[in-house]
C-alpha cells in the first residue's frame, strides 16, 4: 500500500551537492510514530544508514555523514530531501530511500523505494 519512490540526478560532479527526492504514497509523512529514511549502498557493500527525518520533523544523522548531510522535507508534497554535499567518487552508490517503523520492537524498514544509481564522476 505504502509507496516510496527516489528521484534526481544520477550523475553528480565531484564536489558538488547530491540532492534527491523521496515521494511517498499511501501513507503521510506526518504519521505516527513512522521514520523516512536515506540509506545507500556503494557497489560492493552493504547497505549504510545515512540519515532520517520524523513524522515529527526531527532530523538524525549518521555520525560519519552529519557533517555534510541535511534531510528535509515537503509536507504538502508528501516527500522528503536529501541532501549530500562535497561529494566524492566514494559517494557513488544506489540511494535508498525507507520508511521505519517505531511502533513495535525492534526498529524495522517496513517499505522501501526500488533504489536510485547516483555516479559521482567528473
Known amino acids: 500500500q505504502v509507496q516510496l519512490q527516489e528521484s534526481g540526478p544520477g550523475l553528480v560532479k565531484p564536489s558538488q551537492t547530491l540532492s534527491l527526492t523521496c515521494t511517498v504514497s499511501?501513507?503521510?509523512?506526518?504519521?505516527?510514530?513512522?521514520?523516512w529514511s536515506w540509506i545507500r549502498q556503494p557497489p560492493g557493500k552493504g547497505l549504510e544508514w545515512m540519515g532520517a527525518i520524523a513524522y515529527s520533523g526531527s532530523t538524525y544523522y549518521s555520525p560519519s555523514l552529519k557533517s555534510r548531510t541535511s534531510i528535509s522535507r515537503d509536507t504538502s508534497k508528501n516527500q522528503f530531501t536529501l541532501q549530500l554535499s562535497s561529494v566524492t567518487p566514494e559517494d557513488t552508490a544506489v540511494y535508498y530511500c525507507a520508511r521505519a517503523s517505531f511502533i513495535g520492537s525492534p526498529y524495522e524498514y517496513d517499505y522501501w523505494g526500488q533504489g536510485t544509481q547516483v555516479t559521482v564522476s567528473s
Open positions: 499511501g501513507g503521510s509523512i506526518t504519521t505516527n510514530y513512522y521514520y
